[in-house]
């Protein structure tokens, strides 16, 4: 039952440390720089076909090319589009049921085990199934996208939650403090890191397993764009497509990391 | 008595749900044809569970998942002894190792079919890279996690380096060598599922509930997906018995 709260913790421990800035910034551009190279002169001089392994430089063209024909801003828009739909489905629900599944003993027994089993199916074995009831629409990238946020936020919310010490609710009702301010003064600091944890975490398996749908079905967006560039065998548009939702994947997790790091400074180590 | 009333509490919303389906069902308000219903679930498992065709899919998804795997492990082991061990290894390959953990798995799914093929070697490729991730990841974890006064030791006595790896580095970092070996269980198993999805169509349990899924086959489905859902949980708690005997034989070291 704990398990897939474990995964999420370890995703954020197993950071790989960050080098020491005075050399480490430099020495961690030197392996890049030289694969990118080697990478560029291996496929320049033809040693292996561009059309198994295209040059950066092609790479880049082909960037140029998807930017230019507007393609690329509009896939961008749709798989954005969907992940925030979806992501704000799985929050409007995942945050309330955790506060229902750590507040009420008669929910966390009426829902609780339901909600783990479902839980610990994996999202990949509820895609054929969500695409049988819905069809491959919209609908289906909303709910599935709702699916893997939900979970994370749910676990992290109920435990948070179930987590803060009697003695500080204790304290609160001891200085009569009303229900508006005991949430704000108590409620929240208490919970919100590890709530936030699952928001993050969910946001990430969100991008995931919205590139999982619109690879395997889809008719727009960056991963159906992948799908169609691989039936053509244009690898320089595959991989200038994996660049980029290898960026916004990056950008979505630095943007959490970095709202993470001011509420850390803002509510401390949390409870 | 405290324990029925929560088992049943537990199952009471489930049965709703299965009450209501076949309720729908039966009396022809939802299209069975399309909807299935819970009786026809129940069938599915045994219809799944008496054609030979099921048993192969299963087996054959076993296997490959365990191959894949252990490539995975094999490789993620000593990748990630290294780049836990050398501050200098790791700081030149930190950004391809933060690059790696952003780009979401299954992008690599088109590439890799044309560099692999779409057959089984490529699902093998595919399967051994998602598991051998989190093994290099917990194993660089696992180095740091060794006491830095045993690290001391090494160099006050002078050990030879293969008995500094059996004696010092292996067992401080089995924790999460092993923490990686679970994950990696986990992840090769769900690598399978998506590998038989993305690639080339063949016998595997991801082929199977894919297919049932094409002739709209909701039963099929769901027996399938429950079939997934709790191999996966076997591998949990398998990897997790593991996990805990290694580290009790261990003595000490557990974190």
Do not use: C
């Not at chain 1, 320049?44 to 801003?73: C, I, M, N």
């Not at chain 1, 992501?87 to 229902?100: E, H, K, Q, S």
């Not at chain 1, 301010?181 to 398996?205: H, K, N, Y």
């Not at chain 2, 060598?177 to 016998?203: C, D, M, N, S």
Request: proline fraction near 5%; glycine fraction near 10%.
């Amino acid at each position: 039952m704990s398990q897939a709260v474990n995964i999420v913790l370890d995703r954020r421990q197993s950071k790989v440390r960050a080098p020491s800035l005075r050399l480490g910034a430099l020495r961690g551009v030197v392996a890049p720089l030289v694969l990118l190279a080697l990478w560029q002169f291996i496929s320049a001089r033809g040693l292996v076909s561009s059309l198994v392994l295209p040059s950066p430089v092609q790479v880049l063209v082909a960037l140029r090319g998807l930017a230019e024909s507007g393609l690329l801003a509009s896939s961008i828009a749709i798989s954005l589009r969907r992940l925030f739909l979806g992501y704000a489905l799985g929050v409007a629900i995942g945050l309330p049921l955790g506060v229902l599944l750590a507040a009420s003993s008669l929910a966390r027994k009426l829902i609780g085990p339901s909600f783990y089993a479902t839980a610990r199916v994996p999202l990949l074995a509820w895609v054929p199934f969500l695409m049988v009831i819905f069809g491959i629409g919209e609908v289906l990238k909303l709910f599935i996208i709702a699916k893997a946020v939900l979970t994370p936020v749910t676990m992290n919310t109920e435990r948070a939650i179930a987590a803060i010490p009697a003695g500080w609710r204790e304290l609160g009702r001891m200085y009569r403090l009303s229900a508006f301010t005991s949430a704000r003064r108590i409620l929240l600091p208490a919970t919100i890191l590890p709530v936030f944890v699952g928001l993050r975490f969910g946001l990430i398996q969100a991008w995931s397993v919205l590139i999982v749908v619109e690879l395997l079905a889809s008719t727009r967006g960056l991963g159906f764009q992948l799908t169609m560039a691989r039936q053509l065998f244009q690898l320089d548009t595959m991989m200038a497509l994996m660049l980029v939702i290898g960026v916004i994947g990056f950008v979505l997790d630095r943007g959490l990391a970095l709202a993470e790091r001011v509420l850390v400074r803002q509510y401390g180590g949390g409870a | 008595m405290n324990r029925v009333a929560t088992l049943s509490l537990g199952l009471a919303l489930p049965l709703a749900v299965a009450v209501l389906w076949q309720a729908a069902a039966s009396t022809n308000l939802i299209d069975v044809t399309q909807w299935a219903s819970p009786v026809l679930v129940v069938q599915a498992f045994g219809t799944q569970f008496a054609d030979p065709q099921f048993w192969t899919d299963l087996s054959d998804s076993l296997v490959r998942a365990a191959l894949g795997t252990t490539l995975g492990v094999i490789a993620g082991i000593p990748l990630g002894l290294v780049l836990g061990l050398s501050r200098h290894v790791r700081a030149l390959f930190a950004p391809i190792l933060d690059a790696a953990k952003v780009i979401p798995f299954f992008t690599w799914v088109p590439l890799l079919s044309v560099w692999a093929g779409s057959g089984e070697t490529g699902k093998i490729i595919f399967i051994a890279l998602a598991a051998a991730l989190p093994v290099l990841f917990s194993t660089i974890e696992g180095v740091f996690s060794i006491q830095p006064r045993h690290r001391e030791l090494v160099h006050l006595l002078r050990l030879r380096p293969v008995t500094v790896l059996r004696r010092v580095i292996l067992p401080g970092a089995a924790p999460g060598i092993l923490r990686g070996v679970h994950l990696a269980l986990l992840y090769g198993w769900l690598a399978t599922i998506g590998a038989e999805y993305f690639f080339e169509a063949g016998p595997g349990i991801g082929g199977n509930i894919m297919g049932a899924r094409e002739l709209y086959e909701l039963d099929v489905v769901v027996a399938d997906m429950i079939v997934i859902g709790l191999i996966g949980i076997l591998l949990d708690i398998l990897a997790h018995g593991v996990e805990r005997y290694w580290l009790r034989g261990q003595g000490g070291h557990s974190a």
